[in-house]
């Protein structure tokens, strides 16, 4: 009931039904994600997505010195969502617990199942997804363009990836 | 218009291939035919987005703003191809274009207006269902393009510098230049 109440205070599912996000949990049930927990791995095969309903999750590129934090994914927002629907597909970012979260785990099963049923799940769902990826596109190819423009400009490259570390974390 | 045509247009990309002929006759009911002439300008960068478009045939430009030298200047940076999607990043994160889209052949595109592409985004039906799934698909690799050229930018900031430095340096001087975005 507890985690029911919390998928319906969340935007991303405003407007779906009471009964429709029950059925969700009965096929998806909550999953708790210990703090430092590694969710996704760059190169991963994987093609589900994961709710976040409670908790943060840092999405990072590189290894080491050259770490680039993408984003803090946090309640109500979608995680892996670039392989959904494309089954084989790898990850292509690192994905860590930075505390302890609980989320749902949906793959193309889950929302076919749901959607065969009229449930309003699937449709919110997969807005939240294309939004989500239309955004993070389009910042990301902002901070590259901004980044390399800046170096261009100044025929100096060092620094560019500091400017893009900054870039992410605002 | 003819929803023939449109939905052959739409079956033949990759990103609508395997959907059943009447889910896509409810989709083609969204989209009109627009032809194309080549060097036409599709859609400038900066202005608000009001259209998706599917390539039928035919080849489209993409160009971005980039400086060098203090100079600025539209850059070709990737050629769209047939059955490739543009627009539908831009109207979904609700950002002004950050490209200039201009058709570098002949040809024939799929257009749906903004009013038309969120009824079918937002269409509980079979043809919304097909047409959101199409986007995820495109949205997918292109979102894993970006990191992947990020992790790259990375691992190699100056080698990233560098080759990008020597595009626009043709660019510059006048050499015709098509590298990958």
Known sequence: MQ?????????????????DLD?????????????????????DVG????????GGFAVELGEGSATLPLAFVGPGEILGEAALFRRGAARSARVRAVQPSVVLRLDAGVLDHLARQGNGVPRAIEEAVMRTMARRIHDSVQAIDGVLASALDTEEPKGALQRLRELFRR | MIPTDIIRILAR??????IATDVLHGISMHAVLQPM????????RLQPSEAVWLIGDGRVEVRRLQGYQGKRL????S???PGMLFGHMELLSE???????????????????RKQFERLVADPRQAGSAFRRALILSLGSQLQAVNHRLGEFVRDTDQEVASRREVLRRALEGVASDGQD
């Open chain 1, 3 to 19: 985690v029911l109440q919390r998928l319906l205070s969340l935007p991303l599912v405003a407007g779906v039904s009471e009964p």
């Open chain 1, 23 to 43: 059925a969700l949990l009965q096929v998806a049930p909550p999953v708790a994600v210990d703090a430092e927990t590694l969710l996704m791995n760059a190169g």
């Open chain 1, 47 to 54: 093609d589900d997505i994961v709710l976040v309903l409670d």
């Open chain 2, 13 to 18: 990309s990759p990103h609508f291939g395997g």
């Open chain 2, 37 to 44: 002439a080549p060097g036409e300008l599709i859609a400038p």
């Open chain 2, 74 to 77: 539209e850059v070709p940076v």
């Open chain 2, 79 to 81: 050629i769209l191809r």
């Open chain 2, 95 to 113: 950002q002004p274009r950050t490209a200039t889209w201009v058709a570098a052949s002949p040809g024939t595109l799929l257009r749906f207006d």
